[in-house]
């Protein structure tokens, strides 16, 4: 196995709200996808450092750096300190004015001097396509280039000149002095626009691109409403505006990830391509953050899946392309892998399975809107009637489960406590709303779910709800039952799973999502987002400092940015999995606000 250059954690994340990228801590742009999220890549060295492309930006001599965010905002500044002199880089993607993306993607890189003098190198290898294009790079102009290849494009410009090598690489070698700056953009244009782009480019735009970035974010952050816990309250705004930045804006939907085939095992092939929006962790997010004051942003992920869902329940997707599309086609790359795990995946396959959890999370999606407001509609009530109906045809038939297993369908007691929410739901806005609907069925339908749970999915011997009907074993899931209304936190069943989950689950304080045999090969790490679950629970019950315990074991988790990857192992103190993961970053906050709520201060307050 190759070890990679840089870990998941020596890693920042920006965005536009319609692209994103990781630069690292060496100052390597190495993944960066365009014109979005799950487009193609132009630099994608994070899974082939060597065919992948990348940007490189830092002092030629040996250096020391620290990083940081401007607070309240996804623009990095990096700070560089060599013997003969210091210099800050900032990055960002450009958004507008308005808070839209600056096209199709378009990244700044600006540095300035802040003592002595720095000299610096910088390349640019841009490989379209998951390293399949190696691009034509040709000079439009001194200071600007083209880098083409198939249907993308990128526009170069740069304060320094940069010479063309026969690798299709830009290269120079420049210093930089106290009080002075030089920068770097790179913008998606189509290759058919490229020949007619005459953009304004100079230290002036690029600096009017920055105030406006800077204005944009800090705009977005300030309707927030945050809790009183946790004792980091820098590292919940982080993962707050995470969530903004994995939200698209042009369309509503909320990517699960920013990457793809980061993996859950290093050099194992538990390798999966999240940069989709999924029904579940979406809809989650969405009531994470109505929880914490963004409604706007709930409300456009629910237009979303509206949009993206229309037609018949029963051609519902459980994942969809961020700008509603519905084939997302898995494929394998002929790429090296991150640290050699292969396959590297495009597409996601699971996109078809069943999950009949999604026919609960949209009906509870539809009710928390009501809730706010916004009763249904006559098209959306006949959506949730068909919610309701698919949920009593389905309840009793094995699904992939909200872990997506591949080959091994089963009863699994998540997905069946969400068929009942779907019904309970439908029943109760059909009271509220006054919508005429066959109440008597469905009261019926409800109720026979729960009495199968009872007897099937729950082990009165350890009182603790099942993995799934039948099973002896415990799942992760079922931390979230709570928020279905089928069992409130505090009931003796939930303190029973907690103590379960808690005790079969558990590695060093941290939550696998379960112990049972997937058919996959390699042990996966601990699933972050399930300790803030059970940290979530804790804090239902009325343990507290449990609770904080548990939100700070996996707070520790995240690198030294606020980011949190998927998964994390606790033996090697790595991350795993792709990064940021919005699942993490939704039940950090959700934990938060749960604590807060219970009356929590900071560990040892």
Not at 192 to 215: M, N, P, V
Not at 238 to 259: D, F, K, Y
Not at 467 to 481: I, N, P, Q, T, Y
């Amino acid at each position: 196995m190759t070890a990679p250059r840089e870990g998941i954690a020596d890693h920042a994340f920006l965005s536009d709200r319609r692209t994103t990228c990781l630069v690292s801590r060496s100052g390597t742009i190495d993944w960066w996808c365009v014109p979005r999220i799950d487009s193609g890549s132009a630099f994608a060295a994070l899974l082939d450092p060597d065919r992948g492309g990348h940007m490189r930006l830092a002092p030629t001599a040996a250096y020391e750096c620290s990083w940081t965010y401007i607070p309240d905002t996804l623009i990095l500044q990096t700070t560089a300190r060599t013997r003969s002199g210091e210099v800050e880089v900032t990055d960002f993607l450009a958004l507008e004015r308005d808070g839209t993306a600056a096209g199709g993607g378009h990244l700044v890189r600006m540095v300035k001097g802040l003592r002595g003098k720095v000299r610096l190198d910088v390349d640019i290898a841009p490989r379209f396509d998951y390293g399949e294009v190696r691009p034509w790079v040709r000079r439009d102009a001194p200071d600007r280039h083209a880098a083409i290849g198939g249907n993308d494009g990128l526009a170069i410009w740069s304060d320094v000149p940069l010479e063309a090598s026969d690798d299709h690489t830009l290269r120079a070698t420049f210093t930089v002095a106290a009080g002075k700056q030089v920068g770097f953009s790179l913008r998606y244009v189509p290759p058919h626009e490229l020949e007619h782009d005459a953009a304004e480019l100079g230290q002036a735009t690029l600096r009017t691109l920055f105030d406006h970035t800077l204005h944009s974010w800090r705009r977005s952050m300030r309707v927030a409403k945050l809790p009183a816990f946790p004792a980091d309250p820098e590292g919940l705004r982080r993962s707050i505006l995470v969530l903004h930045g994995l939200h698209a804006s042009a369309t509503g939907a909320i990517a699960a990830a920013a990457t793809t085939s980061l993996p859950e095992v290093e050099g194992g092939s538990r390798n999966w391509d999240y940069r989709y929006s999924w029904i579940r962790d979406s809809t989650l997010a969405a009531r994470a953050l109505a929880e914490v004051g963004f409604d706007e942003a709930a409300d456009a992920f629910r237009r979303f899946i509206q949009r993206s869902a229309a037609g018949h329940v029963d051609d519902l997707q459980i994942a969809y392309g961020v700008g509603g599309e519905r084939r997302l086609n898995e494929f394998e790359l002929d790429l090296a892998g991150y640290g050699g795990s292969r396959p590297v995946r495009v597409g996601n396959a699971a996109a078809v399975q069943r999950q009949n959890d999604v026919l609960g999370e949209l009906a509870l999606l539809a009710w928390r809107w009501h809730r706010r407001g916004h009763s249904p509609d006559d098209d959306t009530w006949r959506f949730i009637c068909d919610l309701a109906d698919a949920a009593a045809a389905r309840w009793d038939e094995p699904d992939a489960g909200i872990w997506e297993l591949r080959d091994r369908p089963e009863r699994f007691v998540h997905s069946t406590v969400m068929c009942w929410a779907a019904l309970d739901r439908a029943l109760a806005l059909a009271d509220e709303c006054l919508r005429r609907a066959p109440v008597r069925r469905w009261r019926r339908d409800r109720d026979r779910i729960a009495r199968a749970i009872d007897r099937q999915g729950y082990d009165h011997r350890r009182s603790t709800f099942r993995r799934a009907f039948g099973s002896k074993e415990v799942d992760a899931a079922l931390l979230l039952l709570p928020h279905t209304g089928f069992v409130a936190t505090d009931d003796e069943r939930m303190a029973g799973t907690v103590a379960a989950v808690a005790a079969d689950l558990s590695e060093d304080g941290l939550i696998r999502r379960y112990a049972a045999d997937d058919d996959l090969p390699g042990r996966e790490g601990t699933f972050v987002a399930c300790t803030f679950w059970l940290a979530e629970n804790l804090a239902g019950q009325g343990r507290v400092e449990e609770a904080a315990g548990a939100f700070e074991r996996a707070t520790a988790t995240a690198n030294d940015l606020g980011l949190y990857s998927e998964e994390y192992d606790p033996r090697r103190g790595r991350m795993l999995g792709n990064f940021p993961q919005a699942l993490t970053h939704l039940s950090h906050v959700a934990a938060a606000v749960a604590i807060d709520r219970a009356g929590a201060g900071p560990p040892g307050v």
